[in-house]
């Protein structure tokens, strides 16, 4: 199969990933993803070769193994690419239409989904202890907090919770510590009969 002559490129990304670089160090950094896009990786040759000597800013966005240097987010749409374009070749040679749907590779997916499939992977709930909420929020009612929520199994109405840490500031801006406190606390009136 001959080299694919494309890979998605988030043009959203690139300018805020290259902001506080000068004009000469975008250059040198597009050049050199352009070149990971042909090579996979780059030899510290290749690196030298286009800035003509190290510069810390364009090298940090690069990791290195033992294939040599490599930006992890080309690395990923260059992969995600050769899959696409592996599957819709496989797919030309197949006759029948119901094994083609079948093997199929997702359409390239847009930003928003990669960013939300990652957003997915790393936000996994993962309720605190009472310790945690004490570390966070020293002057904060954290059992009465924790034995709520663990008594409800950690719903927000009826969502479950995404974040402890904004849960929390909400309780304490809605001042639930103390309005149970008062309650408590609240002599009982008398009922007219």
């Given at each position: 199969?001959?080299?694919?002559?494309?890979?998605?490129?988030?043009?959203?990304?690139?300018?805020?990933?290259?902001?506080?670089?000068?004009?000469?160090?975008?250059?040198?950094?597009i050049r050199l993803l352009c070149l990971q896009h042909q090579k996979k990786f780059l030899s510290?040759?290749?690196m030298l070769s286009i800035?003509?000597?190290?510069?810390?800013?364009?090298?940090?966005?690069f990791e290195k193994n033992d294939e040599g240097y490599y930006n992890e987010r080309m690395q990923v749409e260059y992969d995600r690419r050769k899959k696409y374009s592996?599957?819709?070749?496989?797919?030309?040679?197949?006759?029948?239409?119901?094994?083609?749907?079948?093997?199929?590779?997702?359409?390239m997916e847009t930003e928003t989904?990669?960013?939300?499939?990652?957003?997915?992977?790393?936000?996994?709930?993962k309720k605190p202890t009472v310790?945690?909420?004490?570390?966070?929020?020293?002057?904060?009612?954290?059992e009465h907090f924790f034995n709520y929520y663990e008594s409800n199994g950690w719903m927000v109405g009826k969502n479950k919770m995404k974040n402890w840490k904004a849960t929390v500031k909400t309780w304490m801006s809605k001042d639930y510590n103390n309005q149970t406190q008062?309650?408590?606390?609240?002599?009982?009136?008398?009922?007219?009969?």
């Amino acid at each position: 199969m001959s080299k694919d002559p494309a890979v998605l490129f988030y043009t959203s990304d690139f300018l805020t990933g290259t902001m506080t670089m000068t004009n000469d160090q975008v250059g040198m950094y597009i050049r050199l993803l352009c070149l990971q896009h042909q090579k996979k990786f780059l030899s510290e040759k290749d690196m030298l070769s286009i800035c003509k000597s190290y510069d810390e800013d364009v090298f940090s966005k690069f990791e290195k193994n033992d294939e040599g240097y490599y930006n992890e987010r080309m690395q990923v749409e260059y992969d995600r690419r050769k899959k696409y374009s592996e599957s819709r070749s496989n797919n030309r040679k197949k006759k029948d239409m119901l094994i083609i749907s079948k093997t199929y590779e997702n359409h390239m997916e847009t930003e928003t989904e990669t960013i939300t499939i990652k957003e997915n992977k790393s936000k996994i709930f993962k309720k605190p202890t009472v310790e945690q909420i004490l570390n966070e929020f020293p002057n904060f009612n954290a059992e009465h907090f924790f034995n709520y929520y663990e008594s409800n199994g950690w719903m927000v109405g009826k969502n479950k919770m995404k974040n402890w840490k904004a849960t929390v500031k909400t309780w304490m801006s809605k001042d639930y510590n103390n309005q149970t406190q008062i309650v408590a606390n609240r002599p009982k009136m008398a009922t007219l009969d």
